[in-house]
């Protein structure tokens, strides 16, 4: 299905500032677009989950890989639309649907995450067939015990070294593979969370940061490995925030050019007129501060945060909302702009479909946006349906 071209009337943008609490104040008058879906798998939510990043972009076009009910469906997108890539779609055939995206030049290497199943697929871009290729795909080794796993994603450090970490029978685990393709044993970073916890990995520089929840403890937490040190040598666990029902099971992350991490958590305070999310930016140091912010109120139900920037440009932050109003669902677009004496959140546009029922799942690239690229995001709702904005018509 061809996504059709939108045009915008004219609108005004209505920005506002943050409170002295730092959250969101809802106005009117925020411009919003009704959007077509680019493409329909027969799996719903196929965007999911959290925290994945499943889109890339390199020079040869944009990609988005999304879950289907016979195994993940990797699309292209040509002047015709979206298309579906056969020949990488035939041999991941039958393969977990939820996948998180490492992209470096021409090679992508994707985790895929099903029940108690973990498998690292790789593809290289061909210059002759103008398309992907796939080289192979493995299982990780997994704990005979393994009851259940929500989530995982994939990363890589300096030194080359592949990393994946994710959530089983209530631990948090990480696998290591010096060549993408042959995986050691998983090594426990966490025990003792909750069965609704995830985790996080990400790269940094010369280092790799896990980041997990814990609700039985209120508490987010981090620990760190060095690239020079041995795989199996990790920071003694970090507390990022403990306490006031700050941790819920939504991450996600994005890197800037000058070393810092930012982070958008979902907290579990769940009260009218509190903050429901918390950015959480971390310095070279590895110093956190942590801003709450968007408020739960008794018309709006925000959700399943991301964050990604322009390369030295701007940062944004998306979001899914419920309006209890009118019992319907949009994607906010937002942007964070640091200030001297604090951060500030504008709303930009409120991203809707024609469905009456749910979506969200909000994914994009695990990379930060080019200038001169398109900066796209993704998102999906319940009857299989992909929705596509790009950030530079803003």
Same mark, same amino acid.
């Given at each position: 299905m061809?996504?059709?071209?939108?045009?915008?009337?004219?609108?005004?943008?209505?920005?506002?500032l943050l409170n002295v609490g730092n959250t969101f104040a809802q106005k009117k008058g925020i411009p919003e677009i009704y959007l077509d879906p680019i493409f329909h798998v027969n799996y719903g939510d196929a965007t999911a989950d959290k925290p994945q990043s499943k889109s890339w972009t390199t020079d040869e076009g944009q990609w988005i890989m999304v879950g289907d009910e016979d195994g993940p469906k990797?699309?292209?997108?040509?002047t015709s639309g979206w298309v579906s890539q056969p020949d990488v779609n035939q041999a991941l055939y039958s393969l977990p649907g939820r996948a998180d995206v490492w992209s470096v030049?021409?090679?992508?290497?994707?985790?895929?995450?099903?029940?108690c199943v973990l498998n690292v697929a790789q593809l290289i871009y061909s210059n002759q067939t103008k398309q992907y290729e796939h080289q192979w795909n493995v299982f990780l080794p997994i704990?005979?015990?393994?009851?259940?796993? $929500?989530?995982?994603?994939?990363? %890589?450090? =300096?030194? !080359?070294?592949?990393?994946?970490?994710?959530?089983?029978? $209530?631990?948090?685990?990480?696998? %290591?593979? =010096?060549? !993408?393709k042959d995986w050691s044993d998983p090594f426990t970073i966490a025990e003792n969370i909750n069965e609704d916890d995830i985790s996080l990995i990400v790269g940094l520089k010369n280092q790799v940061s896990v980041i997990w929840s814990n609700q039985d403890t209120q508490s987010i937490m981090e620990r760190i490995h060095y690239d020079k040190d041995s795989p199996d040598h990790w920071s003694e666990p970090i507390i990022v925030q403990e306490g006031d029902n700050n941790a819920d099971d939504h991450l996600n992350a994005t890197v800037f050019e000058n070393g810092e991490m930012a982070v958008v958590t979902k907290n579990s305070v769940d009260k009218i007129n509190h903050p429901q999310f918390v950015l959480r930016v971390r310095d070279k140091k590895g110093k956190w501060t942590n801003i709450p912010y968007q408020n739960l109120t008794k018309l709006i139900s925000p959700t399943r945060p991301i964050i990604n920037h322009i390369e030295s440009g701007k940062i944004f932050e998306i979001h899914s909302v419920k309006d209890r109003e009118d019992n319907r669902y949009y994607i906010s677009v937002n942007e964070i702009v640091k200030k001297n004496d604090g951060w500030e959140f504008k709303e930009l546009i409120q991203l809707k479909t024609k469905i009456k029922g749910k979506n969200g799942d909000v994914t994009s690239s695990k990379a930060s946006f080019l200038p001169d690229r398109a900066k796209l995001i993704f998102f999906s709702d319940d009857l299989g349906n992909v929705y596509s904005f790009d950030l530079d018509t803003l």
């Open positions: 061809k996504l059709k071209n939108c045009s915008l009337l004219v609108f005004s943008f209505f920005c506002f990797l699309l292209k997108k040509e030049e021409n090679v992508a290497t994707i985790v895929l995450v099903g029940d704990p005979q015990d393994c009851h259940s796993m $929500e989530t995982a994603t994939i990363t %890589q450090d =300096s030194k !080359g070294r592949y990393w994946v970490c994710a959530d089983a029978n $209530e631990k948090i685990m990480v696998w %290591q593979s =010096s060549n !993408g």
